[in-house]
Nanobody, 124 residues
Framework: QVQLVESGGGSVQAGDSLRLSCAAS????????MGWFRQAPGKEREFVAA????????YYVDSVKGRFTISRDNAKNTVYLQMNSPKPEDTAVYSC?????????????????WGQGTQVTVSS
């Protein structure tokens, strides 16, 4: 079992920076692929970014490329999402997720464990 707890959400102005954190339990964190997803009101959950276990390869949805950065600190069992130059359309509940599958995964059903989510609100 892996438990995930997000933090770092809040209200920011467009163009400010925000860093989300996701703390994971478990001794095998480094082997899990991690992902960030978001869900805006009235919309389906959307993939944002992923980082693989092992090599730490990363992948982003086009709308956040160049603005968001996913990273992980295996010593701290934590994955981060650095959000630079956020836009109002980035407003959503952001959730982290963990998968035991190798590689990069962008689909919800590939992930085994989910956090509760943290609200990010970006105003113009």
């Amino acid at each position: 079992q892996v438990q995930l707890v997000e933090s770092g959400g809040g209200s920011v102005q467009a163009g400010d920076s925000l860093r989300l954190s996701c703390a994971a339990s478990g001794r095998t964190f480094r082997s899990y692929g991690m992902g960030w997803f978001r869900q805006a009101p009235g919309k389906e959950r959307e993939f944002v970014a992923a980082i693989s276990g092992g090599d730490g390869d990363t992948y982003y949805v086009d709308s956040v490329k160049g603005r968001f950065t996913i990273s992980r600190d295996n010593a701290k069992n934590t994955v981060y999402l650095q959000m630079n130059s956020p836009k109002p359309e980035d407003t959503a509940v952001y959730s982290c997720a963990a998968t035991s599958r190798r590689g990069i995964w962008t689909i919800v059903r590939a992930y085994d464990y989910w956090g509760q989510g943290t609200q990010v609100t970006v105003s113009s």
